[in-house]
């Protein structure tokens, strides 16, 4: 019995071993190369950033933001062509799925925050978020503090699900906590009036909100609750495929690029109803281009 005990640890410690150091040989661009593929993390409701148009087909800011890198990385190594293959990533499973090396770029509505940095590396920003409570317009709540003893509803594995609660332990009152699986059933907790809230990234309600049947019907309340950096989510630990995404990330920021791909997704009509989110880049988002970095939440908050 001793000796089978040992043989049992003595094999788990050798697949921990193994995995370990495959981590620790992560090289991204190798893969790529030899396979001449690469797969693309995606959302299917994340607001303008990521969403899906039908079956296998997704686009977005941050689709589009990671095709141009894509190119970059295409052109870097020297291939003719890559093929780009889509995995729908959910906010529960995102980070598992960069870290074992099934998802290579995460594009969708990621924020890069300390806790998550110990698992995966991220890109420099391009797009600062703040998350926000969505209303009804009737409802007469004019700020947070007015949704105590109310429920809210947040997306589970999102970090709206620990600001919500951070905002009960700071005086809001008792806000009775409801999780949604993703944002669209988040939204349909609110439509429904099974909440009188949804707290999650200020595009995404926005967008849920112009895409919905009587926009007129909700608010966003004015309190911005965490600024948050969203970027691309990458494997941890491997330096040059970071180096070639953060300087094509970095050239579409300074040449103006990453500005022309916002207004085309925020502040012009976008597919598949040509309904406007209607969202100037704000001062935040605008600073991110001028001075990109993949500094993580916490420093944001610092300012």
């Not at 981590?23 to 993390?41: F, H, N, P």
């Not at 309340?221 to 691309?232: G, K, N, T």
Request: charged share 20%; hydrophobic share 45%; with cysteine.
């Amino acid at each position: 019995m001793k000796t089978h005990l040992l043989l049992a640890g003595a094999t788990a410690a050798a697949l921990l071993l193994s995995a370990v150091n495959a981590s620790a040989q992560t090289d991204t661009l190798k893969k790529i190369k030899e396979s001449g593929a690469i797969t693309m993390g995606v959302r299917d409701a994340s607001g303008a950033m990521s969403f899906t148009l039908g079956p296998g087909s997704y686009t977005g800011f941050h689709v589009e933001v990671c095709e141009r890198v894509i190119a970059d990385i295409r052109k870097a190594l020297q291939l003719e062509k890559i093929n780009v293959k889509y995995q729908l990533v959910t906010p529960q499973n995102r980070i598992a799925l960069v870290q074992n090396g099934t998802v290579d770029i995460e594009c969708g509505t990621t924020t890069n925050n300390t806790a998550r940095q110990k698992d995966v590396a991220f890109a420099p920003t391009l797009y600062v978020e703040g998350v926000r409570i969505a209303v009804k317009a009737a409802s007469g709540i004019a700020s947070p503090a007015q949704l105590a003893g109310k429920a809210v509803a947040a997306t589970t594995g999102t970090t709206s699900v620990q600001i919500l609660r951070k905002l009960k332990r700071d005086g809001a009152g008792e806000i009775a906590e409801v999780l949604a699986k993703d944002n669209s059933e988040g939204f349909l907790l609110l439509e429904s009036g099974r909440v009188e809230g949804f707290a999650a990234d200020g595009q995404i309600l926005a967008t849920l909100i112009s895409k919905s049947r009587e926009p007129a019907q909700y608010k966003l309340l004015d309190q911005v609750l965490s600024v948050e950096p969203i970027a691309i989510m990458l494997p941890k630990g491997d330096a040059a495929f970071k180096k070639l995404v953060d300087q094509s990330v970095v050239s579409l920021a300074r040449s103006g690029e990453a500005a022309r791909i916002y207004d085309k997704w925020f502040v012009q009509p976008i597919p598949p109803h040509n309904s406007k989110v209607g969202l100037p880049a704000s001062a935040l988002t605008k600073a991110a281009w001028a001075n990109p970095t993949d500094k993580p939440m916490e420093e944001y908050e610092a300012r």
